[in-house]
T-cell receptor, first 109, second 115 residues
């Protein structure tokens, strides 16, 4: 089983819709969780950290479920500019990020 | 967040040669890392670049193939040695700002094609 797993997609979603992705992790000792966004031929950019209490930044909401060992990302009122690959990343407190393979999202006009 | 630059941004190299990639940060950072992202794949950590000591390599990566330098808190290099077409990839450096925060920011990457 991979350490961090994501549905690769692609998710094709109409503009304005709500979309959600999950990311599961296998190491129960994982401590820090992140969502990154990667545009085509660009480097990953940090979208948000994921806290135990969940966190929200505008249209984006991230949640952590430790019992089931997954994190989620919800995007509301999706925009064309949200089209990208979304990578989840996890550390076990050793400062080493383990990335999922990413979920490709395309917002359709 | 810190501003990170990498040189070169891309290169095409012949097999058997070596390429050194530079990563420069505009502020002092504690942790620097080197990743590889092969076509269509996610990021894989190559090594942690330690200032003043040898890099710490992940399983599957060795110093002879990927020597790393970290002479100070703002600069690191990764060399891809004796290249083969399988080394064609994007190589990214990242930095962690603040001790123990575990939030990493990435440089723009170096796109390498080995013929």
């Amino acid at each position: 089983r991979k350490e961090v797993e994501q549905d690769p997609g692609p998710f094709n979603v109409p503009e304005g819709a709500t979309v959600a992705f999950n990311c599961t992790y296998s190491n129960s000792a994982s401590q820090s969780f992140f969502w990154y966004r990667q545009d085509c031929r660009k480097e990953p950019k940090l979208l948000m950290s994921v806290y135990s209490s969940g966190n929200e930044d505008g249209r984006f909401t991230a949640q952590l479920n430790r019992a089931s060992q997954y994190i989620s990302l919800l995007i509301r009122d999706s925009k064309l500019s949200d089209s990208a690959t979304y990578l989840c990343a996890v550390t076990a407190g050793n400062e080493k990020l383990t990335f999922g393979t990413g979920t490709r999202l395309t917002i359709i006009p | 967040s810190a501003v990170i630059s990498q040189k070169p941004s891309r290169d095409i190299c012949q097999r058997g040669t070596s390429l050194t990639i530079q990563c420069q940060v505009d502020s002092q950072v504690t942790m620097m890392f080197w990743y590889r992202q092969q076509p269509g794949q996610s990021l894989t950590l190559i090594a942690t670049a330690n200032q003043g000591s040898e890099a710490t390599y992940e399983s599957g990566f060795v110093i002879d193939k990927f020597p790393i330098s970290r002479p100070n808190l703002t600069f690191s290099t990764l060399t891809v040695s004796n290249m083969s077409p399988e080394d064609s990839s994007i190589y990214l450096c990242s930095v962690e700002e603040g001790w123990g925060q575990e939030t990493q920011y990435f440089g723009p990457g170096t796109r390498l094609l080995v013929l």
